[in-house]
């Protein structure tokens, strides 16, 4: 339950209070230190996803259907906004060796050429994985998969030698929960935890050129599966298994928001050794909440110089392979919506419309714990104008699971349908000139995580 307490009755809690914790979350790679942030754009920059990101080092991809390619709006978004792409289904097992020994890769040639003709980088999807695996493949004996197995990942990369920059080599291996363990799969049943390494081995002999990766999905924070799908990235690099780099899906909603630790697990592979790459990005949602969280994840992604790329899972919303929600970049119209111009500003882009500092106008915010009970806690987020003026700011704050707010003040609150996302606006405090601030402030209840909500990235208008 949300109460909005009145700023009067809680104006006297903040300033006398010594400041117990003082750092910002959520948006990281601008820190400052004063743990300020800045989202301001800047002037002369790129006016496409793959152009912005392409002047950090990175690529912007996007997971493609050989089917759409037709379609001239989808194929001229793809064209102008992306510098990768990924074929979502035509590399899978099923589709290019259905039948034993017997390869047809049509429609992945169709994407790959397009590709090669825009210059664009190829992710390789995927070798070896549970899901979209012709039956034949399941009723096969040990000694008969292993040899399929070697068979398929020999034969499609060397199919595609020289063309892909890097190949999910094996696809979800770990199970969700709490475990760590492997998930049940023909491979792991029959050959036991070391096909994945086999995989790997045989996957650099057959294409030493390409880069090799493991790709998951709730792998994105620390967690029982990513701690282990990060013990065995660590025992590959200590025994010399080839493996380059760490694909993280990234599919989220408000169930499964993007991680208050993104960043810092992103970063605790990167420091393996390896690669990192953002492999299948989509977040349902709408509006500034959706976006905050798009440019969460691309700043993630820019403060990890291992970070390679972003590959959002679709184009437009209309063909994104999940059942519900709004989760891409465009709508149904190839419109940018307010998470492309998040994430283009994010790259340091600019031209996709305000987007949180393209229209010069901007906002940094800082935290700081203020005050603590038995059972709750003060959290106060201070707003400051960037070298323009401003007359309304966004700030989103994301509970803990076990957290509600009871209190805020200061700014006008909405509530996401989870009951642990809060949007926050001004209230009568939204004018603010240039370098100046003001702040909002809530109490929430932390039924026993004391941890401090994220701060999501100040957007100005
Ligand atoms: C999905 C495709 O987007 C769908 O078109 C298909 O029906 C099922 O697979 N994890 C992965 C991707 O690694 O290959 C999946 O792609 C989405 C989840």
């Not at 989760?327 to 119209?333: A, C, E, I, S």
């Amino acid at each position: 339950m949300v109460i909005d307490a009145c700023h009067e009755e809680r104006a006297d809690q903040r300033p006398r209070l010594p400041v117990r914790r003082a750092f910002t979350l959520g948006v990281v790679g601008l820190l400052t230190a004063a743990g300020v942030l800045t989202l301001a754009g800047t002037a002369s920059a790129a006016s496409t996803l793959g152009g912005a990101a392409a002047a950090k080092g990175r690529y912007f991809g996007a997971a493609v259907a050989a089917n759409h390619l037709g379609e001239g709006q989808y194929a001229a978004t793809l064209d102008t906004e992306f510098n990768a792409v990924t074929p979502e289904n035509e590399m899978k097992w099923e589709s290019v060796e259905s039948s034993r020994n017997s390869f047809n890769f049509g429609a992945a040639d169709q994407i790959v050429s397009h590709a090669q003709g825009k210059s664009m980088k190829i992710r390789g999807h995927t070798l070896v994985w549970h899901s979209q695996l012709p039956g034949w493949v399941g009723g096969l004996g040990a000694t008969d998969l292993r040899s399929a197995m070697n068979n398929h990942i020999t034969k499609v990369m060397q199919h595609y030698q020289g063309k892909i920059y890097a190949w999910d080599v094996v696809n979800e291996a770990f199970q969700d929960g709490g475990s760590g363990a492997r998930r049940s799969s023909p491979f792991q049943d029959k050959l036991g935890d070391g096909f994945i390494e086999e995989a790997f081995r045989t996957a650099r002999a057959a294409d030493p050129n390409a880069k090799l990766c493991y790709n998951d999905y709730n792998t994105d924070g620390q967690n029982a599966k990513s701690n282990a799908v990060y013990a065995m990235v660590k025992d590959f690099k200590a025994r010399g298994v080839p493996i380059d780099c760490v694909g993280f899906q990234s599919h989220f909603n408000s169930q499964s928001p993007v991680p208050g630790d993104y960043q810092q697990n992103l970063q605790r592979f990167a420091d393996l050794g390896v690669d990192v790459q953002i492999t299948e990005l989509d977040i349902e949602g709408s509006g500034s909440a959706q976006a905050d969280s798009y440019r969460r994840v691309t700043q993630a992604c820019l403060a990890v110089s291992r970070c390679t790329g972003i590959t959002v899972w679709g184009i437009p919303d209309k063909y994104s392979w999940r059942a519900s929600g709004t989760p891409l970049l465009f709508d149904d119209n190839y419109g940018k919506k307010p998470a492309y111009d998040a994430v283009l500003a994010a790259l340091g882009g600019s031209g996709g419309g305000d987007g949180g500092g393209g229209g010069g106008r901007s906002c940094t915010v800082s935290y700081a714990e203020t005050q603590r009970w038995g059972d709750r806690f003060n959290g106060q987020v201070t707003v400051r104008a960037g070298s323009s003026a401003i007359s309304g700011w966004t700030v989103t704050v994301t509970l803990r699971s076990a957290q509600t707010v009871s209190a805020t003040w200061n700014g006008s609150p909405s509530w996401d349908s989870s009951g642990k996302v809060m949007t926050m606006k001004p209230n009568g405090n939204g004018n603010l000139g240039a370098g100046a601030s003001t702040s909002f402030g809530f109490t929430v209840m932390a039924n026993g995580d004391w941890s401090a909500p994220t701060i999501g990235s100040c957007t100005a208008s």
